[in-house]
């Protein structure tokens, strides 16, 4: 009789998380979807400097030169900086993931599960809103491929947990 009680509770706690990992995939959703039509863009441009040096009209001669960048890029940045993604306090999923280098920020991000989209956001936000006072930081995010591999692996969460959903509700469905 213990058995069936304990089980029963375990069956009961299992539905609960499922639940509760469903609720924060749909609440990523939106923001995820809205930043994904740029992954073909950021495939193409990986490894590719995204920036120019704008030397028009003499400026050189008589100003600081500029960075000028791509369209698309702005755009992106300013789509990333309208969704709830962000974290200003993006120090901190570096430090604590004692992520250090490029190819740790890498390992970090393929390993990433639902758990830790809180940390990919971070990920992100070290590349958007770094880039807000040093412009290189953009490039660099394109560049080495972070932000593309943050956008992937988010929406490779987020399809992994619709379509687990679905299931679910299909089997609701069947009286299983």
Known sequence: MR????????DEDMEKDENYMQELAERYRPDVE???????WLEAKAGVNISRIYSGEGISEHSISFPVYDSTLMSLV?????TKLLDRNYP???????IRTVAEEQRYIEQATL???DGLCGVLS????????KGTVWTEGVSNGSILKVLVKMKEILEFWQKKGRTAAETGRDGK
């Not at 300013?78 to 309208?82: K, L, T, V």
């Open 126 to 133: 070290k590349y958007i809103l770094g880039g807000m006072t």
């Open 92 to 98: 901190y999923v570096y430090a604590r993931n004692r």
């Open 34 to 40: 809205r930043l994904i039509k740029y992954i073909p």
């Open 3 to 10: 058995w069936k009680n304990f089980k029963e509770q375990g």
């Open 78 to 82: 300013q789509d990333a900086r309208r």
């Open 115 to 117: 758990q830790q989209m």
